[in-house]
């Protein structure tokens, strides 16, 4: 589907979700917070946003929502994850929590809280495979992607470490673009499955 058609999910258990239905509005995209098997059957693209990646997938569970979403993206449904949203998606954790299995949507192995507990959180102007100016990123408790599998293309990085990558159907994030007023990268995801 595209144009007016398109409708994009934003998953809306836990999190950051409300600034990534606000980014969409001021772009113009009908955005539907997704909470139910119902609401996912409504959508044609997905976002999973930062928040605590633990609290969403048990959340994920308790809603009866891991299994329906996972066939979503096993069939190629777009999807977008940010800071936790991606830890939520990958196909191995470090440092995360002995019970906390991923979605395995794309092949990456993620750390949590990477930067180290003292750098919270930090703003940084990064370049973007892809995008002609920098982007303002907000980092909070993020995660890095400390390797990517044969089939994932690495868009950004700090300090050498990898923040920004994806494939034909995923992006995912470590830190928040929801946050900053641009559009940018919410724009690469909605070009996603086109
Ligand atoms: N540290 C959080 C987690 O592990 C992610 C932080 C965020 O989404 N801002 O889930």
């Given at each position: 589907m595209a144009g007016s058609d398109l409708h994009v999910g934003v998953l809306?258990?836990?999190?950051?979700?409300e600034s990534h239905l606000k980014i969409f509005k001021t772009m113009g995209i009908k955005a539907l917070p997704v909470r139910s098997t119902q609401d996912l059957d409504r959508i044609d693209k997905i976002v999973i946003p930062g928040g605590e990646s633990t609290a969403i997938q048990m959340l994920l569970e308790s809603n009866s929502l891991r299994q329906p979403l996972r066939e979503r993206l096993s069939n190629g449904m777009p999807v977008f994850g940010t800071c936790a949203g991606m830890i939520v998606l990958s196909k191995v954790i470090l440092?995360?929590?002995?019970d906390q299995s991923p979605?395995?949507?794309?092949d990456i192995v993620v750390r949590r809280n990477?930067?180290?507990?003292?750098?919270?959180s930090f703003e940084s102007s990064i370049d973007v495979k892809g995008l002609s100016e920098p982007f303002p990123a907000i980092f909070i408790r993020a995660p890095i992607v400390e390797s990517v599998g044969d089939n994932v293309d690495v868009y950004a990085k700090v300090d050498d470490q990898i923040v920004l990558c994806g494939n034909a159907s995923t992006l995912v994030a470590?830190?928040?673009?929801?946050?900053?007023?641009?559009t940018r990268i919410h724009e690469m995801f909605l070009s996603l499955g086109k």
């Open positions: 809306a258990l836990q999190g950051a979700f440092d995360g929590r002995d979605l395995n949507a794309i990477a930067f180290g507990r003292q750098i919270d470590s830190f928040h673009p929801e946050l900053s007023s641009d």
